[in-house]
């Protein structure tokens, strides 16, 4: 019997530090901490701070100077990255979590792409309001996409519409774009403790510019025109004071009665407001997945969302959903007034969407396909 040589993985993710990619980073590392004896693999991870993800067998190299700055993030994408891991030999799966192709060498490399922002469609007025996002928008395409990516076997993305848009921006092939489906566990969201004689909506998202709150605050105020302000609410969970973009929404629109500036909930307090909600609105113009679409489902009531391709994707097979133009603030509107009069023929069942191969559900199919 001859024992396999073992192979080295090397999973750079120093930028991931919070949120939806540190879940990424560690459901990643907790996979290949369950299997790196049997399948006799060295797994080394490259991070901001080791205590984020304490899995046993994985070296760690830290490496937390890297957020300082875009300059010192690329230095450690294209110099030190290469410095940290040159006593590891030779290299034979190096996969990037965090969008960007580092100069190093290897026998096979993947990169996991999380930012949609090169995508997003922005105004000249969203430079006013935060145009370091516009800036970064732009940076993501030339500065974190675009270098090396062609040097890479396969990227990861996680719909299929993204692949499409990738393949389409950067000439990659789509059929070494992997469409990994999030691991999602979302909580229970309880009924209604009491009904209430107004109408829920709810709009759960971070105060940036591409979350496209002005739609939904302009169908508030022409809603209030047309059936007044008694018979619904709006639940924002951004303060009036969060930011520019914040404090913009807020002078426009906060004299509104029915719209409700909550500010940031913690996971159990946002869950709450979806129990006491009857409907999700999302506007957002451009996402990777959506997460709060995703959550909102559990509960099986009625959602209005953007009419664009990654809310088609995280809400396929929903039985109960309406599509907007997210530049169209009286179509939503329209579709607000419905419901609040119970007239639920706006709603109809989301079709499922076809995802192409290569497809995975988990990341031992991530690793099948890229040691193959």
């Known amino acids: 019997h001859i024992t396999a040589p073992m192979q080295t993985i090397v999973i750079s993710a120093v930028n991931l530090r919070k949120g939806g990619t540190l879940t990424i980073l560690r459901q990643c590392l907790e996979y290949l901490s369950s299997v790196a004896v049997e399948k006799r693999w060295r797994i080394v991870a490259l991070v901001h701070k080791q205590e984020l993800t304490n899995y046993p067998n994985i070296e760690y190299i830290e490496m937390p100077h890297s957020i300082q700055s ?13 410095q940290a891991t040159a006593h590891l030999g030779e290299i034979d799966l190096w996969l990037s979590l965090h969008d960007t192709t580092p100069t190093i060498e290897a026998r096979r490399r993947a990169v996991y792409c999380h930012n949609s922002f090169p995508f997003l469609k922005w105004k000249w007025r969203h430079l006013l309001q935060n145009w370091g996002l516009v800036a970064f928008a732009m940076l ?11 040097k890479n076997d396969f990227l990861i993305v996680q719909q299929e519409w993204f692949r499409k848009a990738m393949s389409k921006m950067f000439s990659f092939p789509k059929d070494r774009i992997i469409v990994s489906l999030p691991i999602t566990h979302h909580q229970a969201i309880l009924p209604k403790e009491l009904p209430t004689s107004k109408y829920h909506f709810i709009f759960a998202a971070y105060h940036d510019i591409n979350k496209n709150f002005e739609c939904l605050c302009e169908a508030t105020r022409l809603l209030e025109q047309e059936i007044g302000d008694d018979k619904f609410e709006v639940t924002l969970t951004i303060g009036r004071e969060d930011s520019k973009y914040a404090k913009w929404l807020a002078k426009k629109w906060g004299n509104l009665s029915s719209l409700r500036f909550v500010g940031y909930q913690t996971k159990d307090k946002l869950y709450q407001l979806y129990q006491q909600a009857d409907c999700l609105v999302f506007p957002s113009l451009v996402e990777t997945w959506g997460l709060p679409i995703s959550e909102f489902a559990v509960s099986g009531k009625p959602m209005l969302l953007a009419d664009l391709p990654y809310a088609h994707e995280t809400a396929a097979g929903y039985p109960k959903a309406a599509f ?39 990341w031992g199919e991530i690793f099948v396909l890229l040691l193959k």
Not at 70 to 82: D, G, N, Q, S
Not at 326 to 355: C, F, H, R, W, Y
């Open 70 to 82: 875009w300059v010192a993030r690329l230095r450690c994408e294209h110099i030190e990255m290469k």
């Open 324 to 362: 907007f133009n997210p530049e169209k603030p009286e179509q939503l509107k329209s579709q607000m007034k419905a419901l609040i009069q119970g007239n639920d023929t706006v709603l109809s069942p989301v079709p499922e969407v076809e995802i192409q191969e290569p497809l995975v559900h988990s």
């Open 140 to 150: 993501t395409k030339h500065i974190i996409y675009r270098p090396n990516i062609h």
